[in-house]
């Protein structure tokens, strides 16, 4: 099969993963590109889009049999941006990666297959993009091992306002609040892209957060 696999941030955290997914795959015999642009997506039998800021009209969708997108929600609910991060914040213990038909408008296409993951409350950023990368990339490979027996499931129900797209101002922590308060927040910063901030006496002050093992604190 001949896939293309677009994500438009070189310095997201998944495309070292992707790199090794591709790899696989390539070697499983089939040509697989790793791209960032959409301008750099040719054509073949399946385009995923992962991480993908950049919209695919209808006919740059026709040059593939199928375009794939995965999103880490239960649709139709959690329509947008960052859904993960949302149900996080949410304290929602369980998340659910759907991969989808990419269609117009945005995340409402047909359900080709789902995934839940399960959260105990204490992962970081990494260890969450862990088990998020981990689904991402098994329903890629369902995806593509059985590309001509999967039917999908189109959305049933209300799927509600789409979420809005996440900036560095969320990441704003509150000082008169405890850290208990604020723990979730710091669940889903990103010490080095989106770091946890407050502002104290005049000034701006960053946070970084890192997990310490029971053993290594004793």
Request: proline residues 5%.
């Amino acid at each position: 099969m001949k896939i293309t696999v677009l994500c438009t941030d070189p310095l997201h955290p998944v495309v070292p993963q992707l790199s090794v997914w591709q790899q696989a795959f390539v070697a499983r015999g089939h040509d697989v590109a790793l791209v960032y642009d959409k301008s750099e997506a040719s054509g073949g039998d399946i385009l995923f889009l992962v991480s993908c800021s950049q919209l695919i009209t209808e006919s740059e969708r026709g040059k593939y049999t199928a375009v794939l997108v995965l999103h880490a929600s239960d649709l139709p609910r959690g329509r947008g941006w960052s859904p993960h991060v949302w149900a996080v914040l949410d304290n929602t213990p369980q998340i659910t990666i759907c991969l989808l038909e990419a269609a117009d408008p945005v995340d409402s296409g047909t359900v080709w297959l789902r995934q839940r993951i399960q959260l105990e409350g204490h992962e970081l950023l990494a260890e969450i993009n862990q088990k998020l990368f981990a689904a991402e990339l098994e329903l890629m490979s369902q995806a593509v091992e059985n590309f001509d027996r999967i039917e999908g499931s189109p959305q049933q129900g209300e799927p509600g306002a789409y979420l809005r797209k996440r900036t560095s101002e969320d990441s704003r922590l509150t000082p008169d609040k405890t850290i208990a308060e604020q723990f979730d927040l710091l669940r889903v910063v990103d010490n080095e892209r989106y770091p946890a901030f407050f502002e104290f006496r005049g000034n701006r002050y960053t946070l970084k957060i890192e997990k310490v093992n029971n053993h290594e604190s004793e």
